[in-house]
C-alpha cells in the first residue's frame, strides 16, 4: 500500500535515533532528504542503503507532482530533514497535504524536535506555550514582535547564531528587560548549554560571546 512515513532524525546524538525508524527508512522506497550529505552519514551508521532523493524547501514546489506520482504508483517513501521531524520549520507540509487531499496514507513518527526539550529545560511553565519557530528575517519582523507583545503562554523561537544578539535585543525592546528567558543550543550535542536570566541579561551575556550551533530561544509570557 502507498504511504508516506514523517521520519524524525536525531537533532544531535545518533543514538536518539528509534528501531521503528530506522526499520522504515531501510524498507521504503526511497527517502526524501533536505541534504544527500546530512542524511548520509546517519545512513552509514545504522547501515541503511535506501535511495535518496533531494527535496527541500527551495525545490519542493517543483518535485511535488513527480514525488505525487510515485506515491500513487504504490511506493513507500519516507520523509526526512536534517535534523528534527519534517515539517517544523522544514519542508513537508505541502507535501502532507497533497497526500491527504489524494488519500494517500500518511505515518508520522514521534521523535525529535528542538523545542521541546528547551522548553522543558528552561524553566519557565511549559503547560501552555506557542511555538512561533523561525521570524521573519527582515519584512514582517517587528510587526509579528509586536503581536506578541501581550502573548500570555511561553514563546519558543528558532534562530541562528549570528542574528541571537540583534533578536535578544528586540526581545528586550519589546517584551522588557525583566521578562524571564533561556537560550538553549546544541541541544543533545556534547556542548548543550541552558543560559537562563532576564532579557536584558541575556542579551549582555550573548554580546561578549561568540556561539556556534542550532539556536531554541524561550521566553515567558507576559504576566507569568
Known sequence: MAALFVVPTPIGNLEDMTFRAIRILKEADHVLTEDTRVTGKLFKHYGIDTRMVTYHQHNEHRVLDRIMQHLLSGEKIALVSDAGTPGISDAGFLLVRECVKNGVHVEVLPGAAAFLPALVASGIPCDRFVFEGFLPVKKGRQT?????????????????????????????????????????????????????????????????RNVKGEITIIVAGSGT
Open 144 to 208: 509579528r514582535l509586536q503581536s506578541l507583545a501581550a502573548e500570555s503562554r511561553t514563546m519558543a523561537f528558532y534562530e541562528s547564531p549570528h542574528r541571537l544578539v540583534k533578536t535578544l535585543s528586540a526581545f528586550r525592546d519589546i517584551f522588557g528587560d525583566d521578562r524571564r528567558a533561556c537560550v538553549s543550543r546544541e541541544i543533545s550535542k556534547i556542548y548543550e548549554e541552558h543560559v537562563r536570566g532576564s532579557l536584558a541579561e541575556l542579551a549582555d551575556t550573548f554580546t561578549t
